[in-house]
């Protein structure tokens, strides 16, 4: 297979040009790159590119920190400037469980390239070796399900929930993928994977972290990275672009995800001919119900949709009509619907 140069190779013999400085050659290496890359993407690409940061940051509560590390190496993936034969770009997602890792990678992918963009591998049904046939399909024809998210766009993101579960081998397979891009299928079909996002996510130290919640956020980063690089086999930690650890979600950002999801809910609501107007005390009791100390914010939603349209439908089938004030009768521990005289 013949070799694609880096854009940042030196020219052969490792010389410059005469009468050429660095930087100048450089500059001419990238300008070249990048003319090419910026000259093949449309205006409004540029612009949601600007827009990603602030996108992301209304989309994930509680993980700022993280927000920028993403977007860089979104931004190089999306102009190109990754090194050839790799993926456009790989991140590890540290943390506990419901504190946005999943979130975070469905809302850039969504904003970026489209949701059936997105595939998802939950590596819990890996952890056989004989789990590599779903990856890599039969030698009948099969194809596996790298192939079939290969087939269906050519690019996207692939996301790996909880890879602290996947067989070994499992792992070798995505070291391929990092290395080079390219991975081998059982038919001997070899698949380019550059047009490829790929996420890791793990809640390795997890439990750990409780133990550290009053400790600084620089110590509780060591000692789960810590933790991941002796789980995981040092030439596939190295590969990763970004290791990021999720913080656990303070009691302000559980009300704010809770509005996030009350806003979304009364705004479906509307399109129904509801207008629900909720008090002060439906976020707090929303935040009671939904979030768990082990599961995160990951039950919010459901309990957001289930808690909400249980007194639409009994304000629907008593009164025929669900508009007025959202209230909380905390005698009783549920919320009714205050209807306008």
């Known amino acids: 297979m013949k070799s694609c140069a880096p854009f940042y190779a030196w020219p052969r013999g490792g010389l410059l040009p005469f009468g050429s400085s660095l930087s100048g ?65 790989s991140f590890l997602f540290l943390g506990p469980t419901g504190v946005g890792k999943t979130e975070v990678t469905v809302a850039f992918t969504e904003f970026l390239l489209g949701l059936d963009h ?44 909880e890879i602290e579960k996947a067989h070994p081998r499992v792992l070798d397979l995505f070291l391929q993928i990092l290395d080079a891009a390219r991975i081998t299928m059982a038919n001997g079909e070899t698949l380019d994977l550059s047009g490829f996002y790929v996420v890791f996510t793990s809640n390795i130290a997890a439990a750990e972290l409780l133990e550290l919640q ?84 990951r039950p919010m939603r459901d309990a957001v949709e289930r808690l909400i349209g249980d007194v639409v439908a009994a304000n629907l089938l008593r009164h025929g009509g669900a508009s007025g004030r959202l209230v909380v009768d905390e005698a009783v521990n549920a919320m009714h619907i205050q209807r306008h005289e």
Do not use: W
């Open 25 to 89: 050659a450089l500059r001419l290496r990238l300008s070249a790159f990048g003319a090419m890359t910026l000259a093949t993407m449309p205006p409004a690409d540029h612009a949601k590119l600007n827009d990603l940061e602030s996108f992301l940051r209304g989309k994930i509560r509680g993980q700022d920190h993280a927000v920028p590390r993403i977007a860089s190496v979104l931004r190089r993936g999306q102009l190109g400037l990754r090194k050839p034969g790799r993926p456009r770009g």
């Open 118 to 161: 997105l595939f998802r591998f939950d590596m819990s049904e890996y952890q056989t070796q004989e789990s590599i046939g779903l990856l890599l399909g039969g030698k009948l024809g099969e194809r596996g399900t790298l192939a079939l998210a290969h087939d269906k766009h050519g690019n996207g993101t692939l996301l790996c929930d």
């Open 214 to 297: 009053h400790s600084s956020f620089a110590t509780m980063e060591r000692h789960v990275l810590t933790h991941a690089q002796r789980a995981m086999r040092p030439e596939l930690y190295a590969r990763i672009n970004e290791k990021l650890i999720f913080k656990r979600l303070s009691y302000d950002v559980q009300l704010e995800i809770a509005g996030l999801m009350l806003a979304e809910e009364t705004a479906y609501l509307r399109t129904k001919g509801h207008v629900i107007e909720p008090s002060d005390a439906v976020l707090p009791f929303l935040v009671r119900h939904g979030y768990h100390p082990r599961l995160g914010a």
